[in-house]
């Protein structure tokens, strides 16, 4: 079963860019779709973007984040990334990341706190 671990998050003024990664750690990466997450304080999680199995070139984001976020993986490096751009104040909140059974995601990091001052 693969686990992953999130990094890349931080503190980031208004407008400005972070980009996190998704690491694997397990050897099988490349055939399970990876799918980003957030929780704000007091919030439920909610989607934010996700990358199916395979080479990466189908993807899916929340309304929320259209234009603005680009996830993209690479299977070499057993890794998957969000690239965050013109961020918000709202985008405040722990990013997780999961990959996807047939049934659910599995395999959850610990999360990054991606912290957007205004």
């Known amino acids: 079963q693969v686990q992953l671990v999130e990094s890349g998050g931080g503190l980031v003024q208004a407008g400005g860019s972070l980009r996190l990664t998704c690491a694997a750690t397990r050897r099988i990466f490349s055939v399970y779709t990876i799918g980003w997450f957030r929780q704000a304080p007091g919030k439920e999680r909610e989607f934010v973007a996700m990358?199916?199995?395979?080479?990466?070139?189908?993807?899916e984001y929340a309304e929320s984040v259209k234009g603005r976020f680009i996830i993209s993986r690479d299977n070499e490096k057993r890794m998957a990334y969000l690239q965050m751009n013109s961020l918000k104040p709202d985008d405040t909140a722990v990013y997780s990341c999961?990959?996807?059974?047939?049934?659910?995601?599995?395999?959850w990091g610990p999360g990054t706190q991606v912290t957007v001052s205004s």
């Open positions: 999961a990959a996807q059974t047939s049934t659910s995601w599995t395999g």
């Open positions: 990358v199916w199995g395979g080479s990466g070139t189908s993807t």
